[in-house]
């Protein structure tokens, strides 16, 4: 399995879980010192939202970098204070993370389906025609042009990379609405079988719940 690294990282790290609504929310800390936080939507399995922050520097703590997420904003992976395993205060505590964006400014952002990756990069006012989105082997990349110039952007695919394929342009399809450029790429099967992986990996992840969460589903019935 070319992905079997991805797992071995992921095996590699200390793993927190809660569930939060129909959320399971996972944070990862990594023997490297990155850390990686996920949300999981309890119905469907999927994956809705995953960041990153690199190891601490010498002057505060790093910020959350996101890779996948239908909306950048401030995310809130805990309200209350956890003990984790060890007995520290875990980071799933209070751990957020923001992005903000002009108004007016391309922003891209990310999200998985079942079968596909797809990106929308909005305040897009552009024709369809204007745009040529290809993919690049060589970049391991999908790379955005628009033919007045206006607009240049290499989108990284790091799950392909996690399971060693090159993307293709074969998978790309392109759609424009609503100044919104829709770029949708066809999950490999390869990528769907190291998916289902993961959720096996964190099947096994003990889990707690977000008590405030139970609370109202009590005194909801």
């Avoid at 209350?80 to 799933?92: E, M, V």
């Avoid at 042009?145 to 206006?150: A, L, S």
């Avoid at 096994?204 to 589903?217: A, F, H, I, P, S």
């Amino acid at each position: 399995m070319s992905y079997q690294n991805w797992l071995n990282y992921l095996q590699s790290a200390e793993k927190n879980s809660m569930i939060s609504g129909r959320l399971r929310k996972v944070l990862y800390k990594f023997p490297d010192g990155q850390q990686m936080a996920e949300e999981y939507n309890m119905d469907t399995g999927i994956i809705q939202r995953r960041a990153w922050r690199k190891c601490k520097q010498l002057m505060g703590e790093p910020e959350w970098e996101i890779e996948l997420g239908e909306e950048p904003r401030q995310l809130n992976w805990s309200g209350n204070k956890q003990t984790g395993p060890g007995g520290d205060a875990d980071s799933l505590a209070g751990s957020e993370f923001t992005v903000r964006e002009s108004n007016t400014a391309p922003l891209l952002t990310k999200r998985v389906t079942k079968k596909n990756i797809e990106w929308r990069i909005r305040n897009m006012p552009y024709a369809l025609e204007v745009y040529n989105v290809t993919a690049s082997p060589e970049q391991r990349a999908i790379i955005v042009r628009t033919t007045n110039k206006k607009y240049y952007k290499v989108i990284p695919v790091p799950d392909l990379d996690r399971c060693g394929v090159a993307p293709a342009q074969d998978n790309i399809s392109v759609h424009h609405q609503f100044n919104t450029l829709i770029i949708t790429y066809k999950k490999p099967d390869i990528l769907c079988e190291m998916e289902a992986q993961v959720l096996l990996l964190l099947k096994n992840v003990e889990t707690e719940t977000d008590m405030d969460d139970l609370l109202k589903g009590l005194m909801a019935k």
